[in-house]
C-alpha cells in the first residue's frame, strides 16, 4: 500500500515540538480486508483483543497491525468503528446496565449517545505509527498529557479559529475520540475510559485525540508558530507568588500606558509594518511628503545602542567584544549572524534593545503632539507584531511585497547570496500571516508609481479615520 506524501518529517518534527511520549497512530478502515495484505511489516494480533489493546501496541510497541471483525474480542469494540452491528442486547440496555448503569433504561439511553460508523461499509482497520509512511490514514491518534494537549489545541485554533467541544460518552471513549473524528471531520477530543486504562494502558495522566489526517499540516503549523513566540511544552512556571508583569506580552496590564499613548486630542496613530525588504521606507517617506510625521523604529535601534547608552553595555556584557568595532560601535553584521542562527539568542537581544525604543518612542510622540494634537504619526516597525506592539496604535498598515520580490531587493542591496536571504526572510513573521494582524495594506511589489498612487488614496483614508476618531472620542 503506497502514501501519497513523507509523512516523516512533519511527525519528527511534531513529536520534538510536544515532546510526545508514543508515536502518533495512523488510523484508516478498509472497504476490503484483502488490502491488509498490501501493508508493509504489517501484523495480526495473536489473540482476539480489544481496539485500546491494539492501539497500544502501535503507539508503544512499534507495531503496524491490521484487524477484521475475526480479531475482536467484543462487539462493544467494532461495532464503535462500523465492522459490526450492534446488538439488540446493547441497544436495549441490557449489556451496559450490568455494570455501568442503575437501570437499562439508563443504560439504553447511553447506548443511543455513543456514536457509531454505519455497519456494512468496512472489513478491517490498520494502524501504525504514522512517521514510517505505512499508508495514508483517514485520521490520526495523538495521546499527551493536558498541558501538550492544549498547546495542540491552540495550534489548531491558530487559524481559521473555532471553539473545540469535548465529549465523554464515559466508557467508550474511542467512540469520542475516533467515530465522532469521522462522522464530524474535525479533531476530536476525550478522557480515556476506565477500560482503555486498564486494557490499553493509557497512563493517569493521558488524554486522547484524533485528527483528520488533512488537518495535521496545520497542526503543525500553528505549533511552530506558537514556538516561535515563546509558547513551548514543557510551559515553564511563572511562580503563584511571584510578580508575573514580566512573563506576559507587554500590552498585559498596560491599558493606562496605551491611553495615554494614543492620547484624547484628534492625534492618530498609525503603526507601519512589513518584513525585510518590502519597501516600508518607501511607503513612510511618501506619507511623509503628504504630511505624516515619522518615527522610524530602525533609527531609534541605532540610537539606543550608541556606545556607553544601557542597551549597547547589556549587548557587550551578554555577547562579548565580539560584536564590536574598532571604534566600539556595534558590529551590526556579526550581531546580525548570531541571532539569525540561534532564536533564543535573537530573543536576548530583543530584550535588551525594545524596552530603550519604547522609552524613545514615547519621547517623540509626546513631543509631536504637543505641536500640533491633529497629527498623523506614522511609526515604522519592522517587528511590530512579532513584538505585540498592535495596541499601541490606531491603525496598522502593512507594506507587502512578494518573497520573490523580497529576495530580488535583498541580494541586490546587500550583496548576499540567496540562501542567506532566505533564511533573512524566514526568520521573520511571514507576510501572509502578517496580514492578518493589518487593517491597511500598501501592496510594493510593483513599479513606484503603482505604489504611489496607492499611498495617495491611503492618505486621505488616514485623515478621515483621524476624523472619525475625533467622533468617537468626543
Known amino acids: 500500500m503506497s502514501t501519497t506524501r513523507d509523512w516523516e518529517k512533519p511527525i519528527r518534527r511534531m513529536e520534538r515540538l510536544m515532546r510526545l511520549k508514543s508515536f502518533p497512530v495512523a488510523f484508516k478502515l478498509l472497504e476490503d480486508k484483502k488490502a491488509l495484505s498490501d501493508i508493509p511489516f504489517v501484523r495480526r494480533v495473536k489473540n482476539k483483543s480489544t481496539l485500546c489493546q491494539m492501539i497500544n501496541l502501535v503507539r508503544n510497541f512499534d507495531w503496524t497491525l491490521g484487524a477484521d471483525i475475526d480479531d475482536f474480542m467484543s462487539v462493544v469494540c467494532s461495532s464503535i468503528i462500523g465492522l459490526s452491528d450492534t446488538p439488540d442486547y446493547m441497544k436495549d440496555g441490557t449489556f451496559r446496565s450490568i455494570v455501568w448503569t442503575k437501570s437499562r433504561a439508563d443504560a439504553k439511553k447511553y447506548e443511543s449517545e455513543i456514536p457509531r460508523l454505519p455497519f456494512g461499509k468496512y472489513e478491517a482497520v ?29 495550534a489548531l485554533q491558530f487559524e481559521d479559529y473555532a471553539v473545540m467541544q469535548f465529549f465523554c460518552v464515559g466508557e467508550s471513549s474511542c467512540s469520542d475520540v475516533i467515530a465522532r473524528c469521522y462522522r464530524d471531520g474535525k479533531p476530536s477530543l476525550s478522557i480515556p475510559c476506565y477500560g482503555e486504562r486498564r486494557y490499553g494502558h493509557a497512563q493517569d495522566d493521558e488524554l486522547a485525540m484524533a485528527i ?106 551578554y555577547f562579548g567584544k565580539q560584536v564590536l568595532q574598532a571604534d566600539q560601535t556595534l558590529d551590526r553584521e556579526k550581531l546580525r549572524e548570531i541571532v539569525f542562527r540561534d532564536l533564543e539568542q535573537k530573543k536576548k537581544l530583543e530584550g535588551f534593545l525594545h524596552p530603550r525604543i519604547s522609552e524613545e518612542f514615547i519621547k517623540m510622540v509626546d513631543a509631536f503632539t504637543r505641536k500640533d ?70 501592496d510594493n511589489s510593483g513599479p513606484e508609481q503603482e505604489t504611489r498612487k496607492q499611498v495617495e488614496k491611503l492618505w486621505q483614508k488616514l485623515k478621515k479615520l483621524r476624523q472619525e476618531r475625533k467622533g468617537s472620542s468626543a
Do not use: H
Not at 491611553?259 to 486630542?265: E, F, P, S
Not at 536571504?421 to 487593517?439: F, H
Open 126 to 154: 490498520a494502524l501504525a505509527p504514522l512517521v514510517y509512511n505505512p499508508f495514508d490514514p483517514d485520521i490520526v491518534l495523538i495521546y499527551a498529557n493536558p498541558a501538550q494537549m492544549i498547546l495542540l489545541i491552540n
Open 373 to 442: 494634537p491633529k497629527v498623523i504619526i506614522q511609526a515604522v516597525v519592522p517587528l511590530l507584531i512579532e513584538t505585540n506592539m498592535q495596541a499601541f496604535f490606531d491603525n496598522i498598515l502593512m507594506v507587502y511585497a512578494t518573497e520573490e520580490e523580497q529576495k530580488r531587493r535583498l541580494m541586490a542591496r546587500d550583496g548576499c547570496s540567496e540562501e542567506m536571504a532566505m533564511n533573512m526572510i524566514r526568520s521573520q513573521l511571514a507576510v501572509e500571516e502578517k496580514k492578518g494582524y493589518c487593517d491597511l495594506i500598501i
Open 212 to 317: 483528520p489526517a488533512a488537518m495535521m499540516d496545520k497542526a503543525l503549523r500553528g505549533l511552530e508558530a506558537l514556538y516561535s513566540r515563546g509558547i513551548r511544552y514543557p510551559i515553564s512556571y511563572a511562580g503563584a507568588e511571584s510578580d508575573v508583569a514580566g512573563a506576559f506580552p507587554a500590552t498585559y496590564g498596560m491599558e493606562d500606558f496605551i491611553k495615554m499613548l494614543r492620547g484624547n486630542d484628534e492625534r492618530l496613530l498609525l503603526g507601519v509594518t512589513g518584513s525585510i525588504a518590502t519597501g516600508k521606507s518607501t511607503v513612510a517617506k511618501m506619507l511623509e511628503e503628504l504630511g505624516a510625521r515619522t518615527i522610524d523604529f530602525d533609527i531609534l535601534s541605532r540610537v539606543v545602542v550608541e556606545p556607553g547608552k544601557p542597551a549597547w553595555e547589556d549587548i557587550v556584557a
